[in-house]
């Protein structure tokens, strides 16, 4: 952090490749096509350097702070498409596959991060069904409260309900994090 | 703890040329500065270069248009001193140059000793020559100046009569080289006994 502050371009490399692969994953996840999330990939890195002053370690972790980035750069993109009526479907088709790693999935043992990967997975598979949802469709589909009411047909103040519930179980879980990266 | 949920997707291996392409993105923004700064300093520097060239050129051309307008009022002068003094003799003389007629117009001051002589209608020169108009006294003949015309337009000019001692008996106009002779040697224009 203190050499990103630094202006040290080394340390940007460095840190391109501990967390590019996380980058990627994430807006992949939310906009399902490989282009539309590298540009991302890139946007976030660019921000990220131009912005890590703004970041202050007393309020968090360097990754969240990343992530969140990226997740809010992935949801822009994907409210835009989501106008555009030709990429509509092919959003939905790919929207059934949550899952999906993709072909690029890289090897695990390879992958910085990966230890912390497979306990915040853990940690999301571990929550009820009914509060998993409500939290993909609001962390990953960057949906408000109101529409996965709409989405799930549910009562509004179900869905807050849930979404405080999972918030409670995911803190409870992952409150003890820190970033891998230096 | 939602901030961490990002870390829930697996990984994706970004394609090899990202990295260049991601790095050069964030890195050339960061070098901008420097080249947004060096082109400020050089429009700014432009700038300066140009309003003092513009202040010098500004400076020169109210310098040349003052000489002008002096020049302009003296010759203005000059002209309405000579045409409407009764000293002044008028003596006009039709001449041919070149196939065309034109005309030499004398206006002789006889108390202030000089001439006032517009040209009209005179052929324009060839490159290497001029006209040169000549004062014909009882001790010879003397150059009184070198005329080249290179523009089919009238021409006017005050001449002092050469010095006291010498008494103008006349006037003629040569064709000579362009840097004039010291005697006539040229073509005569005219010759006039006054």
């Not at chain 1, 309900?161 to 918030?167: C, E």
């Not at chain 2, 050089?42 to 310098?63: Q, Y």
Request: charged share 25%; aromatic share 6%; with cysteine.
């Amino acid at each position: 952090m203190r050499r990103l502050k630094g202006r040290d371009e080394r340390a940007l490399q460095e840190l391109y490749d501990a967390l590019a692969p996380w980058v990627l994953g994430l807006a992949f996840r939310i906009l399902h096509d490989e282009d539309e999330a590298e540009e991302v990939v890139g946007d976030v890195f660019v921000k990220v350097w131009r912005h890590v002053h703004k970041h202050d370690p007393r309020r968090g972790p360097l990754v969240p702070w990343i992530l969140s980035i990226t997740r809010n750069r992935a949801l822009d993109e994907l409210r835009r498409r989501r106008r555009w009526w030709r990429k509509a479907d092919r959003w939905e088709q790919a929207h059934g596959t949550d899952e999906e790693a993709g072909d690029r999935a890289p090897n695990e043992a390879a992958v910085p991060g990966w230890p912390l990967h497979r306990e915040v997975h853990a940690a999301l598979a571990a929550l009820p069904d009914d509060l998993r949802r409500v939290v993909t469709l609001a962390y990953f589909e960057g949906l408000s409260h109101s529409q996965i009411a709409r989405r799930l047909q549910q009562p509004l103040g179900t869905v807050k309900t849930r979404l405080r519930a999972a918030h409670r179980k995911l803190t409870d879980q992952l409150g003890h994090l820190k970033d891998w990266v230096e | 703890m939602t901030d961490w949920l990002g870390m829930s997707v697996p990984p994706r291996t970004p394609r090899p040329e990202l990295k260049g392409r991601v790095l050069a993105r964030a890195l050339a923004r960061r070098r901008r500065w420097p080249l947004a700064v060096a082109a400020a300093l050089a429009v700014v520097a432009a700038g300066v270069g140009g309003a003092w060239w513009a202040h010098r050129t500004i400076d020169a051309l109210m310098a040349e248009r003052d000489r002008l307008a002096a020049r302009v009022a003296a010759l203005d002068d000059t002209v309405s001193s000579f045409i409407h003094d009764p000293a002044t003799r008028l003596i006009q003389v039709p001449v041919s140059t070149g196939g065309r007629v034109g005309s030499v117009t004398i206006f002789a001051d006889s108390v202030r000793h000089r001439w006032l002589v517009r040209c009209d209608g005179l052929a324009p020169n060839a490159r290497d020559q001029a006209y040169q108009l000549w004062f014909v006294t009882d001790q010879g003949t003397r150059p009184a100046a070198v005329m080249a015309m290179d523009r089919d337009q009238p021409m006017v000019m005050a001449l002092p009569l050469p010095q006291a001692g010498e008494q103008v008996r006349g006037a003629a106009m040569t064709i000579e080289p362009r840097s004039g002779s010291a005697s006539p040697s040229g073509p005569t224009v005219f010759r006039l006994e006054l």
